[in-house]
């Protein structure tokens, strides 16, 4: 199955992927988590996306497209990054390590906790890169 990035489908797709991708349960088995994604605009995209995902010991326990902010008003982490940069993260032409140390990739929450835990950012991105065949 091949989903367009942004879109609902994709973030069901990753999601499905993320759950079933052993190597992705092994390396996360200690994460503890979710994310609030801001997706700004940016080239292609014109208005703000917003993506939650809850991802605990190495499952996707939920995922949801376009919550409203404060649906989830103390996410563990909130990222926020242009369209254009995201995609270049997720085409893999942008390092995500590199992505957040250059503030292209802003990250709110425990850099402390993000920094020992820098395989399971790696595998997660992995995982995104393999559901994102199109880009918008």
């Given at each position: ?39 700004e605009p940016d080239g292609n995209l014109k208005e703000r996306l917003t993506?939650?995902?809850d991802l605990w010991h190495g499952r996707c326990r939920k995922v949801e ?72």
């Amino acid at each position: 199955m091949a989903a367009v990035f942004p879109s609902a489908e994709w973030l069901k797709e990753l999601e499905e992927k993320l759950n079933s991708d052993e190597r992705y349960a092994e390396v996360a088995k200690n994460w503890e988590g979710d994310l609030f994604f801001f997706i700004e605009p940016d080239g292609n995209l014109k208005e703000r996306l917003t993506f939650y995902l809850d991802l605990w010991h190495g499952r996707c326990r939920k995922v949801e497209y376009q919550p409203a902010p404060d649906s989830y008003p103390h996410p563990a982490f909130t990222l926020t990054a242009s369209y254009n940069n995201i995609t270049a993260i997720l085409s893999g032409k942008l390092n995500p390590m590199t992505a957040m140390m250059t503030s292209k990739l802003k990250v709110k929450g425990s850099m402390g906790y993000m920094m020992r835990n820098v395989p399971t950012v790696l595998d997660f991105v992995r995982v995104a890169q393999a559901v994102t065949t199109e880009i918008m």
